[in-house]
């Protein structure tokens, strides 16, 4: 088994990607509550490195993340009023919400459970093919679990969400991608070759202050009526024009280069 200081990994690649590796291979990438406060630790880091404008989470071996680790689970079977369940401890992946850098599922190996709500939340999920994909909950005797309810009729929709959550059937990445539950399927040898290419062009050319509002637009409009979510794109409109990203987005694309926009600040 990995070495519990090392069930999460940084590293950050050029130009500005911070890569997170779920680091327990022998259990498939299973996650505890060790792993979700490492995980969610790494994250921050993240978040406050400047040189980090885009995070991709993954599995190291052949797993992405199977669910809790079984183990963790049957001890919260035999003691139940004996305290939270494995993914506790750190953050919660509503923080995804609200984390103003974009945030990609390279998902290379099966994810169920936990692991599952884990790539729902983030903002964009590329998956090898051949992979599978299960919430597992109903056939745990749970509920929906970790804000599954929440994200899940988001993504896909409220039948199939329904379908997914109360039957707990694995599907494979080529339905995943059918429902617009992944972005896309490739080959498991090209996945992070995948990823990091696009990665790569969105750290290269896109503004890491316009990803921040962005995403406060996409997931805050979700909650409110149209009307309000004009309103604010058009006060948020007439800021934006007043910024630096502005007039280098322009300027860059008259000038035929690559814009070299700052790092978000906020």
Known sequence: MSNQSELVLLSVQEPGIGVITLNNPDRMNAWS??????????????????????????????????????????????????????????????????????IIAALNGAAAGVGFVLAAFCDLRFAASGIKLTTSFSRRGLICEYGSSWVLPKLIGMPRALDLLLSGRVITADEAM?????????????????????ATDLAQNCSPTSWAQM???????????????????????????????FQEGVQ???????????????
């Not at 060790?34 to 991709?56: D, G, I, T, Y």
Request: aromatic letters at 8%; glycine letters at 12%.
């Open 33 to 102: 509550a060790a792993m979700s406060k490492q995980f969610f630790a790494r994250l921050e880091e993240c978040r406050l490195n400047p040189e980090v404008r885009v995070v991709v989470i993954t599995g190291a071996g052949r797993g992405f993340c199977p669910g809790a680790d079984m183990d963790a689970l049957n001890q919260i079977r035999a003691n139940p009023a004996g305290g939270a369940g494995p993914a506790t401890g750190g953050g919660r992946f509503s923080d995804f919400v609200s984390y103003p850098k974009p």
């Open 178 to 198: 059918q429902m617009g539950l992944v972005n896309g399927v490739v080959p498991g040898a090209e996945l992070m070759g995948h990823v990091l290419a696009y």
């Open 215 to 245: 995403k406060k637009q996409v997931y805050g409009d979700w909650e409110i009526d149209v009307d309000t979510a004009t309103t604010n794109s058009i006060q948020m409109m007439n800021a934006s024009v007043m910024g630096a990203d």
């Open 252 to 266: 860059s694309f008259l000038e035929k280069r690559s814009p070299q926009f700052a790092p978000f600040s906020g």
